[in-house]
């Protein structure tokens, strides 16, 4: 019987076939074969114990995507949630992710939640910064209820991995687009000013028929193993139209004389923000090679 794996908790796979969810282990040559099951996968299972919906994955089906971090599979785009406030906003994570994303080609959706506690030009700032980089920007309120519609066109039709740092709203907005599984809601620590983590595994949700949503664990860092100090460039797209005016061809837009992106980044053309955490990570890259 053929299903997809919804939930994968301490070696067992929840897998979704026929309308009901099997029990399953996967079999032994699997490691053997370095094939590791993940969640979103399409699986066929032998079915051990009908009445206790027991069964083994006997094999996985080819893969259209996988992401690492989260480990998932079979996703058509991501969806990263971030707040405005409370917790602040850390926007090199928010560039990790979009470059972990970009290096799997999906297509991102940024949401910005908690837009009840902006002001205006905290709005502008993010929009200015991250239109501009290729993904789809979103601003939301969980609490106000506003945006979950423009989130549940986004989605529909589509297997959606979620993700994003403790305490932004991520539950919430799951809670609101169905009702099939409740995600529990963390609260703020007072002391850190960061959410503690509700989800402790990856889960297939379903929330319209062919939409799915992936709720991954939230993450506090993305280390960026697959890039490098000539390639980190690359990933920030608003670059590529002001680096025809670089003097050098393999301009690395960070010293060089005669930059055109240094240029566009006093001028406004270029957002400031996204340029100093390109600084940032480019240093990150480059001390990274040393060893």
């Known amino acids: 019987m053929q299903g997809k794996i919804i939930r994968g908790i ?16 996967a079999k032994g040559s699997f490691r053997k074969d370095g094939i590791r099951p993940l969640v979103g996968d399409d699986c066929i299972i032998d079915i051990l114990d009908e009445k206790n919906r027991l069964a083994n994955i006997t094999s996985i089906l080819p893969r259209h995507s996988e992401i690492i971090r989260p480990a998932v599979a079979n996703v058509d785009q991501a969806m990263i949630i971030f707040a405005i406030s ?7 994570l928010l560039d990790r992710f979009i470059i972990q994303i970009s ?10 939640n908690k837009m009840d506690l902006a002001d205006d030009d905290q709005r502008r700032e993010i929009e200015e910064a991250y239109v501009a980089c290729g993904c789809r920007v979103v601003f939301t309120s969980v609490s106000n209820r506003e ?33 099939a599984v409740k995600m529990q809601t963390g609260v703020l620590s007072d002391k850190i000013d960061r959410g503690k983590h509700t989800t402790r595994h990856s889960e297939l949700i ?11 664990p939230g993450f506090s860092s993305l280390n960026l193993f697959d890039v490098s100090t000539d390639t980190l460039k690359d990933y920030y797209y608003e670059f590529e139209d002001y680096a025809a005016e670089c003097r050098f061809l393999d301009c690395k837009h960070i010293s060089e004389p005669d930059c055109g992106v240094k240029k566009a980044v006093e001028s406004g053309e270029v957002s400031r923000l996204r340029y100093e955490n390109y600084l940032t990570l480019y240093r990150e890259c480059k001390e990274k090679r040393k060893y």
């Open 10 to 25: 301490g070696g067992f796979y929840y897998i979704n076939a026929g309308n009901s969810i099997y029990e399953c282990k």
């Open 86 to 92: 409370r917790p602040e906003p850390n926007f090199n």
């Open 103 to 112: 290096q799997k080609d999906l297509p991102c959706i940024i949401v910005i």
């Open 147 to 179: 945006g979950v519609e423009e989130i549940r066109k986004l989605i529909k039709g589509k297997t959606t991995t979620v993700a994003g740092p403790s305490g932004v709203g991520k539950s919430s907005m799951i809670n609101l687009l169905q009702s």
């Open 206 to 216: 379903p929330i319209d028929e062919d939409t799915y949503i992936l709720d991954t």
